[in-house]
Nanobody, 127 residues
Framework: QVQLVESGGGLVQAGASLRLACTAP????????MGWFRQAPGKEREFVAA????????MYGDSVKGRFTMARDNNKNTVYLQTDSLKPEATAVYYC????????????????????WGQGTQVTVSS
C-alpha cells in the first residue's frame, strides 16, 4: 500500500509563500512521476505541477507558472512545492499524487494517469 503524506499548508496573507511537502515512505519513489493538484470548494480538481523521476523535467499549470516551483529529493522520498506570491484564488486543498513505474522522462498533467493520492493539505490565502 502506497501512502502519500502532505504537509506545509496553512493560512497566509496574499503575497506570502508556503512550502508544501509530500513524503512517500516505503515504495519505489524514484521510479514515479509525481504531481500536485488542488481543489477549491465547488470547483473541479486542477493540475498544479508535475515532475519526472529524476527531477529534470517539470510541468506547471498556467495559473501558477512563474510563481510555483516543484522539486524532489529521491534520497528522502519527498517532493516539494514552493508557492510564492500567493493569491486568494490559490485557496484550496492541495493533493500529492504518484504515477509509479513510468519511463524516466515522463511527466503529465492528467489526473487519471496517477495511481496514488494523498489526503491533502489545506492552503488558505487571505486578501
Amino acid at each position: 500500500q502506497v501512502q502519500l503524506v502532505e504537509s506545509g499548508g496553512g493560512l497566509v496573507q496574499a503575497g506570502a509563500s508556503l512550502r508544501l511537502a509530500c513524503t512517500a515512505p516505503g515504495f519505489t519513489f524514484s521510479r514515479s512521476c509525481m504531481g500536485w493538484f488542488r481543489q477549491a470548494p465547488g470547483k473541479e480538481r486542477e493540475f498544479v505541477a508535475a515532475i519526472n523521476r529524476n527531477g529534470v523535467n517539470t510541468m506547471y499549470g498556467d495559473s501558477v507558472k512563474g510563481r510555483f516551483t516543484m522539486a524532489r529529493d529521491n534520497n528522502k522520498n519527498t517532493v516539494y512545492l514552493q508557492t510564492d506570491s500567493l493569491k486568494p484564488e490559490a485557496t484550496a486543498v492541495y493533493y500529492c499524487a504518484a504515477d509509479v513505474n513510468v519511463i524516466l522522462y515522463a511527466v503529465h498533467a492528467n489526473a487519471n494517469q496517477y495511481d496514488y493520492w494523498g489526503q491533502g493539505t489545506q492552503v488558505t490565502v487571505s486578501s
